[in-house]
T-cell receptor
């Protein structure tokens, strides 16, 4: 089955630090990747949609200057949380799909803790 | 308001028993996806349903999408400890073509009692 790798799995850093999370599709070309955020015992919330070679589309309420997304190739998308603060602490998870008739395959997520 | 209502929120079932989880929307679902998640981990894809009345099965899990494409159910037959986890329904509620981000329900926490 399709494999999506997300790295790192866990980050603990000081307030003000910028953190980069990578999402890679290992065995298929992902024309579209998605970034979600999940708070404890809550549902996944879509943050942004990333298409290879174009600017990401952000959901309402998500600051694009805060959460920088780059989708430079068909197998890699990155999410950078800039100047992270404790309220940015959360579980971030990416997904990837090759086309709209295929399901999204998810990475294992990144638990971000800002001290 | 929550676009996808998932029920029950939690479920404790004795091993070997059957169970059903429901996912309901007030909007038409243009794609309905069932995933399983262990707390704090990634999502494992289970089923994808796109057509009204569609039903799919894999091993002991069966998923259905109603004719109106607003309600889906996930049924597990003869539950096993390996079925324990959080089940999430995710849906594409946008009618436009192309891959869209999913709207998720809050999940059903399934516990299997030996």
């Amino acid at each position: 089955g399709a494999v999506v790798s997300q790295h790192p799995s866990r980050v603990i850093c000081k307030s003000g630090t910028s953190v980069k999370i990578e999402c890679r599709s290992l065995d298929f070309q992902a024309t579209t990747m998605f970034w979600y955020r999940q708070f404890p015992k809550q549902s996944l919330m879509l943050m942004a949609t990333s298409n290879e070679g174009s600017k990401a589309t952000y959901e309402q309420g998500v600051e694009k200057d805060k959460f920088l997304i780059n989708h430079a190739s068909l197998t890699l998308s990155t999410l950078t949380v800039t100047s992270a603060h404790p309220e940015d602490s959360s579980f971030y998870i990416c997904s990837a799909t090759g086309d709209s008739n295929q399901p999204q395959h998810f990475g294992d997520g990144t638990r971000l803790s800002i001290l | 308001s929550q676009e996808l209502e998932q029920s029950p929120q939690s479920l404790i079932v004795q091993e070997g028993k059957n169970l059903t989880i429901n996912c309901t929307s007030s909007k038409t679902l243009y794609g309905l996806y069932w995933y399983k998640q262990k707390y704090g981990e990634g999502l494992i894809f289970l089923m994808m349903l796109q057509k009204g009345g569609e039903e799919k099965s894999h091993e002991k899990i069966t998923a259905k999408l109603d004719e109106k494409k607003q309600q889906s159910s996930l049924h597990i037959t003869a539950s096993q400890p390996s079925h324990a986890g959080i089940y999430l329904c995710g849906a594409d509620v946008n009618s436009g073509g192309g891959a869209d981000g999913l709207t998720f329900g809050k999940g059903t926490h399934l516990i299997i009692q030996p």
